[in-house]
């Protein structure tokens, strides 16, 4: 496995339903199969990450597919890029809507099996993750401070998720790929035209990493149909617009239907070829 404590570093070791390190800090495993490595020391909030609230929300929009187009894009450069790949990372994993389908675009085609991880904040979208795709490994953690061991991953993906380079460096293979996905110029517009009277386009230049060779980059752009009112509530709920609409906006959206630019921004990167050391 490849969890490291998050309060000294060395290495965890799971001993029946929990996961120790040789100082003897102790991590139990819930129930759903998950592990809490978010010391309380280390929170800055009671429940930090997405609430109960916006997870359902984001759940339920995915599971109807609006977003497959971009998981469909993520997996298939996965599988250009990383075709070996058997150490998967999935940074700010959520509720596993894309650790899933990766995993199995992945197992599909690899002759070995292969392990995903997937690392979130919330411990609402991880609990969930975890009951639903028990063949996954999923605890809950920061992605600026991850208890993963170095050099442990052939392949990461990162979803709109922010994180520190140092940790990207640091548990990412030389020569290992890390595949980020972004908001592209005119994502969302049409909603943010509802909200604001000059509305910015998505910054739209390359996303350059210290430490990875930018290798490619992909744009994925779609219109968006949504007629359903709990389609609409859910799309409105998952995203940070909803706190900047008034219930009476929220109530014509709905009302009418919206249509949305999708606007995706693919990178790939390439971690270096040098010796790595320890961050942590």
């Known amino acids: 496995m490849s969890y490291i404590c998050p309060i000294c570093s060395a290495p965890l070791v799971k001993q029946q339903n929990a996961w120790q390190c040789e100082q003897r800090h102790q991590f139990d495993c819930a129930k759903e199969g998950y592990v809490n490595l978010l010391p309380v020391q280390k929170k800055k909030t009671k429940d930090p990450g997405d609430?109960?609230?916006?997870?359902?929300?984001?759940?339920?929009?995915?599971?109807?597919?609006?977003?497959?187009?971009?998981?469909?894009?993520?997996?298939?450069l996965a599988l250009e890029y990383a075709p070996d790949a058997n150490k998967i990372l999935d940074i700010g994993c959520g509720e596993g809507y894309y650790s899933h389908r990766l995993f199995e675009a992945l197992q599909s085609v690899t002759q070995s099996h292969c392990e995903l991880f997937g690392v979130d904040i919330s411990k609402s979208a991880i609990r969930y993750a975890a009951k639903r795709y028990s063949d996954l490994h999923f605890c809950v953690a920061s992605a600026f401070e991850m208890p993963l061991a170095d050099n442990s991953f052939?392949?990461?993906?990162?979803?709109?998720?922010?994180?520190?380079?140092?940790?990207?460096q640091r548990v990412i293979k030389p020569g290992g790929i890390l595949i980020t996905v972004s908001p592209g110029p005119t994502h969302h517009y049409a909603l943010k035209q509802k909200i604001y009277s000059e509305p910015k386009l998505h910054p739209q230049g390359p996303l350059v990493l210290d430490g990875f060779t930018y290798l490619a980059h992909e744009a994925l752009s779609y219109s968006l149909s949504l007629t359903r009112a709990d389609d609409i509530d859910h799309f409105l709920n998952m995203t940070p617009y909803a706190w900047k609409l008034s219930d009476s906006q929220k109530s014509q959206i709905i009302e009418q239907g919206l249509e949305c630019e999708i606007d995706f921004k693919i990178e790939i990167h390439q971690r270096e070829q040098e010796t790595i050391r320890s961050l942590i």
């Open 51 to 76: 609430n109960k609230e916006m997870m359902f929300a984001r759940r339920e929009f995915l599971n109807q597919g609006f977003y497959q187009p971009l998981s469909d894009k993520v997996n298939q």
């Open 154 to 168: 052939d392949l990461a993906i990162r979803i709109y998720a922010p994180s520190k380079i140092e940790e990207l």
